[in-house]
C-alpha cells in the first residue's frame, strides 16, 4: 500500500489505526480484574474447579450440545433410511416395476429380466418399431 | 442386492397416482421400471415393454440408477401419441430431475410431460377454412 501523501489521507488513516485499536482494548480493559495480581477487598474467588468439573463444563457440555443438534439435523434422513444419490453409481434396492405385467406394485418384477431372448427380441423390435428415447444424467 | 426400498409409502403413492392420471387422460397404458438392469438398456427395457400386458399401446419408462440412464419405450400405437421428440422431451425432464438426486419427482414430472403430449389430438384438416 502507497503511504499517505496528503495531510487529510494521513488524518483518515491515524483514525481508522484509533477506532480498530480500541475495539480490540475496550474489552481488554473492561476485563482487567482477571489480570489482577492482588485481592480487593472483600472479593471472595471461592474454591477452584476441579480438573472433573472443568472438563465437564467446558468440554463435556459444549460436546453434548454438539450432539444434540447433529442429532437434530440427521435424525430426518436415518429415519427415512437410504436414498438416491445422483453420481453414486451405486443402487441398493430392489427393482419396482409400477404398472407391470401383473401388479401394480411390482412384486413380479424379479421375474422381469428373464425371459424372451435377445435375438428374438431385436427380431421383433425391428419387425414392429417401437418409438422412444432415452438420457443419461 | 443390499435390501432397501427405492422409495417411501409416499413417493409410491404419488407415482401410483400420476400412472393413474395419465392413463386416465391420455388413454394410454404407462409403466415405470426403477431398477439396475444388466445389458443394453434398450434391449432390455424394449424386452420389458413386450411383457406388458397391452404393449402396442403402452408407454414404459425403464429408470437404471445405477448407471444414470433412462430409457422410454413407446408401443406401436402409443408411438402416435407419443412420438419420439416427446418422448426425448420427458426423458430430458426425468434426467434434469434425477440429476439433483430426486427420483419419484423426475418420474412423476416425466409422466405428465408424456400425458399432456398424448392428450394432444392430432389436428385434422387444418389448413381448411
Known amino acids: 500500500m502507497k503511504p499517505p501523501t ?27 480484574p482477571a489480570f489482577a ?54 443402487w441398493w434396492a430392489a427393482p419396482v416395476w409400477f404398472g407391470g405385467p401383473r401388479d401394480e406394485r411390482g412384486d413380479t418384477a424379479d421375474r422381469a429380466l428373464t425371459g424372451t431372448s435377445l435375438k428374438e427380441l431385436t427380431a421383433y423390435s425391428e419387425a414392429q418399431t417401437e418409438g422412444g428415447a432415452s ?3 | 442386492m443390499p435390501a432397501g426400498e427405492a422409495f417411501s409409502a409416499r413417493q409410491e403413492q404419488d407415482i401410483a397416482k400420476a400412472i393413474a392420471t395419465a392413463e386416465q387422460q391420455s388413454g394410454l397404458k404407462f409403466s415405470v421400471y426403477v431398477g439396475s438392469v444388466e445389458g443394453d438398456l434398450h434391449a432390455q427395457a ?57 427420483l419419484a419427482g423426475g418420474i412423476v414430472n416425466g409422466l405428465g410431460s408424456l400425458m399432456e403430449h398424448a392428450q394432444k389430438a392430432p389436428v385434422l384438416h387444418a389448413d381448411q377454412p
Open chain 1, 6 to 32: 496528503t495531510p487529510e489521507a494521513r488524518t483518515r488513516r491515524a483514525l481508522r489505526a484509533a477506532a480498530l485499536g480500541s475495539l480490540a482494548a475496550v474489552p481488554l480493559l473492561l476485563a482487567s
Open chain 1, 37 to 90: 495480581l492482588h485481592r480487593d477487598a472483600g472479593d471472595d474467588p471461592g474454591p477452584g474447579m476441579s480438573a472433573v468439573a472443568t472438563i465437564l463444563v467446558y468440554i463435556g457440555i459444549p460436546a453434548a450440545i454438539f450432539c444434540v443438534i447433529a442429532l437434530l439435523v440427521l435424525a430426518p434422513s436415518i429415519a427415512r433410511g437410504n436414498r438416491y444419490r445422483p453420481h453414486q453409481l451405486s
Open chain 1, 135 to 137: 438420457a443419461r444424467w
Open chain 2, 46 to 102: 424394449v424386452r420389458l415393454h413386450r411383457q406388458l400386458a397391452d404393449a402396442d399401446s403402452a408407454v414404459l419408462v425403464v429408470v437404471d440408477p445405477r448407471r444414470n440412464q433412462l430409457q422410454i419405450v413407446t408401443g406401436v400405437d402409443a408411438k402416435r401419441r407419443v412420438d419420439d421428440r416427446a418422448a426425448g422431451l420427458a426423458a430430458a425432464a426425468m434426467a434434469s430431475t434425477f440429476a439433483v438426486g430426486d
